[in-house]
């Protein structure tokens, strides 16, 4: 059984930087389509894009794209989110999800989150 | 993008009752529609997938159908442990998008 593991809590300051991991263990990783989801604080879910499985090719929301980087290490079977420019509005828990049965399938593991708060 | 919407975005019930949550797609979908559940302080959980098939583990009571561009969600009758909210989210096409969510608490 697939088990995720994400890295802990930042704080950050508006305009810089913030890069989450989420370490799996079990399973054949380099098989997985690998998705993350934020969730500001009160509000819904929201797709920031992910990669898919073997090519690990990127895809990203386009109110991400020029400020996102999905990557996945398929020897330490660790994905990575990072976020640039980071504002107040930013601020959210971040869930790295994978889907064992491909990138359209739905994502029946998640991590179990990290909240990043930006504030100055 | 493709839009998601969902009604109603909260409604109460009592144990036992029958609820159902519905989701709209803005086009074609297809069948690639899944369902979630959250708790307050929670990863979400998937519960349905291919608009109709249950996850491993995710009891009977829990149900979808899929009518076109529309899909429900429908618990059959309502137990204590599923007061959460509920995603729907489309993985036709990226960006795949959520529904905005529906609350389903105590009457």
Redesign the interface.
């Known amino acids: 059984q697939v088990h995720l593991v994400q890295s802990g809590a930042e704080v950050k300051k508006p305009g810089s930087s913030v890069k989450v991991s989420c370490k799996a263990s079990g399973g054949a990783f380099n098989n997985y389509a690998i998705t993350w989801v934020r969730q500001a604080p009160g509000q819904g879910l929201e797709w920031m894009g992910g990669v898919v499985p073997i090519f690990r090719t990127p895809h990203s929301a386009q109110q991400f794209q020029d400020r996102v980087t999905f990557s996945a290490d398929d020897f330490t079977t660790t994905a990575y989110m990072e976020l640039n420019s980071l504002t107040a509005d930013d601020t959210a828990i971040y869930y790295c999800a994978i889907q064992t049965s491909g990138w359209f399938s739905g994502m029946d593991v998640w991590g179990q989150g990290t909240t990043v708060t930006v504030s100055s | 993008?493709i839009q998601m919407t969902q009604s109603p975005s909260s409604l109460s019930g009592s144990v036992g009752e029958r609820v159902t949550i519905t989701c709209r797609a803005s086009q074609n979908i297809r069948n690639?529609l899944?369902w979630?559940q959250?708790k307050p302080g929670e990863?979400?959980?998937?519960l349905?997938?291919?608009a109709s098939t249950l996850?491993s583990g995710v009891p009977s009571r829990f149900s979808g159908r899929e009518s076109g561009t529309d899909f429900t969600l429908t618990i059959s009758s309502l137990q204590p442990e599923d007061f959460a909210s509920y995603?729907c989210?489309q993985?036709?096409s990226?960006?795949?998008?959520?529904?905005?969510?529906t609350k389903v608490d105590i009457k």
Not at chain 2, 43 to 46: F, V
């Open positions: 993008d690639d899944n979630y959250q990863a979400p959980k998937l349905i997938y291919g996850h995603f989210q993985t036709y990226v960006p795949f998008t959520f529904g905005p969510g």
